[in-house]
């Protein structure tokens, strides 16, 4: 079940930067966005990154989006929590 986060707890607001060539995201992570996300948005977003402060490297806005610390995207920012990931 989702929690509900305060604004208060965001420890980090990100920009979000737009590159030439799109990132190459693996198609069974794209198939979740297909028929929720418009064809042209979704390349859109494909040439998004942003500099996770988390992971130490700039990562791919969708995968960012998939991020249990992603809290919302306001205004060409990104508003992350900052908690430490899950080991997989």
């Keep these: 079940m989702l929690e509900l986060v305060n604004v208060s707890e965001v420890k980090y607001e990100l920009d979000i930067v737009v590159n030439q060539k799109p990132f190459r995201i693996p198609k069974d992570k ?6 929720v996300i418009s064809g ?3 390349a859109q977003m494909k040439k ?3 500099s996770c402060p988390v992971k130490e490297e700039n990562v791919p806005f969708l995968e960012c989006y998939n991020c249990e ?20």
């Excluded at 794209?30 to 028929?35: A, D, F, N």
């Design 69 to 88: 610390n992603f809290m919302r995207r306001v205004r060409g920012k990104v508003y992350c929590l900052g908690n430490p990931l899950k080991q997989d």
């Design 40 to 42: 042209r948005k979704l």
């Design 48 to 50: 998004e990154a942003v």
């Design 30 to 35: 794209l198939s979740g966005y297909k028929g």
